[in-house]
Structure formats: C-alpha cells, structure tokens
C-alpha cells in the first residue's frame, strides 16, 4: 500500500472515530436530558400534591427556592412604584408586556414579587389606570416560581442602560435586590388563572408530564453510532480487496 493511501485511511479512520464518539455523546445527552426530565416530573407533582403554603405565616424563606410550583396564598398591598416589565411576552398572539409588581406582605417587613399577568403593548400607556383597579387590600394565589441570574445565553436581564429601568427580560430577584431599599423573598409568584375581568390578564404554564422524545432520539444516536463504528471496519476491508484484485490484473 501506498504512503498516500495509507495517509488517506488513516485520516479517514480518525475521522470515523471522531464521528462515532460524536455520535455516542449526542446519545448520552438525550438520556441527560431524559433524566433531568423525569425529576421534573416528580419534582412538579410532588409540589401540586403538597400542602398550600401561605407566605404570611413564618417560615424559612430559603428553603422556599427548592419549592417551585408550590401553591401558595399572600395577602398585602402592592407596591406599584418598583412595578416591573417582562419584555418579549405574547398572548393569543399579541405582543405585550407580563407585570410583575411587588406585595407588602402582611404583618411583615418583606415583599414579594406578584407575576399579575400580561398586557398589550398599548396598554403599558394606561398602567396608572389599570394599576388603579389593585390599589385595595390583595388575597392572592399562586404558585412559586424562580428568578433567573442570567439567561440562557448569558444576556443581562435588564437591557437598557439605566439602572432603575423597569423593563426586564425575566425576573432577577438579586438585582432587584440590589435597586430596592426593602427585603426581598428569593422567589416570586406567579398568580392562578382568573376571569380576566381587570387587566393585567393572568394565566398559568400549561406544564405537560411527559419524559418526550428523549429517550427515542438516544436510541438513534447509539444506532447511528454502531452503524459507522461496526459497517466501517467492513467497508475497508471492502475497498483493500478490491484494490488488491484490480492490481492482480
């Protein structure tokens, strides 16, 4: 065999093994992703299954972040001057805003941050006038969620330069902390679904407790896998003796 020839199969062999180790990661990958699946599940339903907590009571509010979906009841006055805005946000189609407004609990130095619901791009212009509709005395329900400290992509979750923007890509509980003179509870909440009488118009997640396609797409990454790793040894063998035989001739 040739020198060439021998430097083209063994490129093309570690080509074949990176593409064969490639492919058993993606494989690996979507069993991870099966796995942090499945301990949402039960994580969720363990959470809808307990008992509803109310904020107002005294508890450890840290031990409050490993309780997301927990329903729970609070009840105060908003505070609307450090209401903020989640961008990006559409419902039935429409592009608009989700309020998040922070609660002076009840009988507390603490707030909490209330997910209200959505509103239009139009009516961040009518926020005074809708905001009037909540100034009373509030009994909510909703569940916990988590703040985020940085996107998925790594984007700041304020987007505007000034520091006390009110418009937001997702709650930051830990930059909020840092613009606000008042203690902050490390979760918000996000209120149940209403009539929708009053804007801001609430809904919750629709949260599906399936463990998805996971588990197939890492059944074809592994077949992907043995298909190149086990048929390519057989293709070589293949192409070596057909050289030999037509160098016979």
């Given amino acids: 065999m040739k020198n060439k020839e021998i430097l083209k199969w063994t490129l093309t062999t570690i080509l074949v093994l990176i593409g064969v180790y ?20 039960q994580h969720y339903l363990q959470q809808m299954a307990s008992p509803i907590i109310h904020l107002n009571d005294e508890i450890n509010h840290q031990e409050l972040v490993n309780m997301e979906y927990r329903e729970v ?4 006055y908003y505070e609307f001057s450090n209401e903020i805005y989640l961008q990006n946000q559409a419902y039935e189609n429409i592009p608009g805003y989700r309020v998040v407004t922070p609660l002076k609990i009840d009988n507390s130095e ?20 809708i905001n009037s509709n909540y100034t009373q005395h509030q009994n909510l329900e ?11 992509f790594g984007g700041k979750s304020s987007n505007a330069t000034e520091s006390n923007s009110q418009f937001f890509l997702y709650v930051d509980i830990d930059l909020l902390t840092t613009e606000m003179e008042y203690g902050l509870l490390p979760i918000y909440v996000q209120l149940k679904d209403e009539n929708n009488d ?18 197939g797409y890492a059944m074809q ?10 048929g390519y040894p057989f293709f070589v063998r293949k192409q070596i003796w057909g050289e030999k035989n037509r160098s016979r001739e």
């Fill in 198 to 215: 009053h804007k801001p118009y609430s809904k919750l997640p629709e949260i599906e407790i399936t463990e998805g396609p996971h588990f």
């Fill in 22 to 41: 490639v492919l058993i990661r993606l494989g690996f990958w979507q069993l991870d992703r099966l796995e942090s699946k499945r301990q949402f599940n």
């Fill in 110 to 129: 603490n707030f909490v941050y209330i997910e209200r619901g959505w509103i239009s791009l139009e009516d961040l212009k009518d926020i005074e006038g």
């Fill in 221 to 230: 990454w592994f077949f992907f896998a043995s298909l190149l790793g086990i």
């Fill in 73 to 76: 009841t609070v009840s105060g």
């Fill in 142 to 152: 909703g569940i916990i969620r988590l703040p985020q400290s940085e996107s998925d």
